[in-house]
């Protein structure tokens, strides 16, 4: 089956979203939060290195090397698009962005299974999970200028528990 345009916009959106809550479930500090920004894209890009055979993770994922200027404007319609939804939905805090990020999960989860095969669908949520557990661990929580503190916070520990039920199905990368 196909996906329409708005489908693969919230297939593509989910991962980088989810990895977004994931950053703002706990209290990083300055660094902590850039690690976690960072963790978040270049774990989304890993999709295109974990999964090379799924054309669902290809689709949503343009490859930089193959057409980079064609992969960064591909990248910006989904921000863009994720962003006037986040806004037309008033999600203004991390409580509301948390809550947006489940829905939007689920959703997520009901079209793959609608539409994807088990196999792209299986692929798809390990590669969504690995990405917030990325982000979860990127940081410390907790400590002082990165020292001592907790690898994982219990808001973490809870949104990831939320996230995995929201995708449905065993995802660990």
């Known amino acids: 089956m196909t996906f329409t345009e708005d489908e693969l916009n919230l297939l593509a959106s989910v991962p980088q979203l989810i990895g977004t809550a994931m950053a703002a479930a706990s ?37 930089p090397a193959a057409d980079r200027k064609a992969a960064v404007e591909k990248m910006s319609r989904t921000r863009d698009w994720a962003s006037a939804r986040l806004k037309a939905n008033g999600v203004n805090s ?5 809550q947006q990020v489940l829905a939007d999960a689920r959703a997520a989860a009901a079209l793959l299974d609608a539409k994807a095969s088990p196999a792209e669908a299986e692929n798809y949520r390990a590669w969504t999970m690995a990405i917030a557990e990325k982000v979860a661990n990127a ?17 973490e ?17």
């Not at 940081?139 to 808001?155: C, K, W, Y």
């Not at 520990?157 to 990368?173: D, F, H, S, V």
């Open 27 to 63: 209290g990083s500090g300055l660094f902590g939060t850039g690690k976690e920004a960072f963790a978040n894209a270049s774990s989304v890009l890993e999709g295109l290195k974990s999964y090379p055979d799924n054309a669902l993770i290809r689709e949503l994922l343009p490859d």
């Open 94 to 98: 991390a409580e509301t962005l948390t």
């Open 139 to 155: 940081a410390t929580e907790g400590g002082f200028l990165g020292f001592g503190g907790e690898r994982l916070s219990a808001p």
């Open 157 to 173: 520990k809870a949104l990831l528990a939320q996230i995995r039920e929201a995708l449905g199905g065993p995802q660990t990368a």
